[in-house]
């Protein structure tokens, strides 16, 4: 499911900037102005890093208040969603509280997330979430390490995987430093 939230903000963003697509993007110099004006209409996606070199390159934006803003549009559009999306909420909502560094947050959304009948690997991102926020990944339970591992690889095309990507990036501090370079291969 595409969502326009990201796009739509940037360009209300771009806009109280009194700036024109070139100029957001530095005449393309952080992402082509085609490709931006693409995200702004909600047609592709846009990388965490590319949108976050856009927005601190300028001044006057202020990214917890982007951020902000973008979780309340997020929430009003979700919440018309059916429940059939409830893990991609709680998963929205957790990266959320990630990036803002809301450990309490990230507890109770580790709660609802363990109560969901399915979705080992949020719920074991969460688990992740939790103990990066409150300085305790390194001090997972084995068991935990070994679940993180056979849901990261559960098929042999897990690089192509977004679930399973997504579960190796959040990992990657408590994976063994020495078998890395093999799975990067």
Request: net charge positive; no cysteine.
């Amino acid at each position: 499911m595409k969502n326009k939230s990201i796009g739509a903000e940037l360009k209300r963003l771009r806009k109280s900037l009194g700036l024109m697509q070139a100029e957001m993007t530095l005449d393309g110099k952080i992402i082509s102005v085609g490709q931006y004006s693409k995200v702004e209409n909600g047609i592709h996606e846009i990388g965490v890093d590319t949108l976050l070199e856009l927005l601190t390159v300028h001044d006057g934006i202020n990214i917890k208040d982007f951020f902000l803003d973008l979780e309340k549009d997020y929430s009003k559009t979700m919440k018309k969603a059916n429940k059939d999306y409830a893990s991609e909420i709680l998963s929205e909502k957790l990266m959320f509280a990630f990036y803002r560094n809301d450990l309490s947050k990230a507890k109770k959304l580790k709660k609802k997330i363990n109560g969901l009948k399915e979705n080992n690997e949020l719920k074991l991102r969460a688990t992740i979430t939790v103990a990066i926020l409150s300085g305790t990944i390194l001090d997972l339970d084995e068991k935990t390490k070994e679940d993180i591992s056979k849901n990261m690889f559960i098929n042999d095309n897990w690089t192509r995987e977004r679930d399973s990507l997504r579960l190796f990036s959040n990992s990657m501090i408590i994976i063994d430093r020495n078998i890395l370079p093999t799975l990067i291969k």
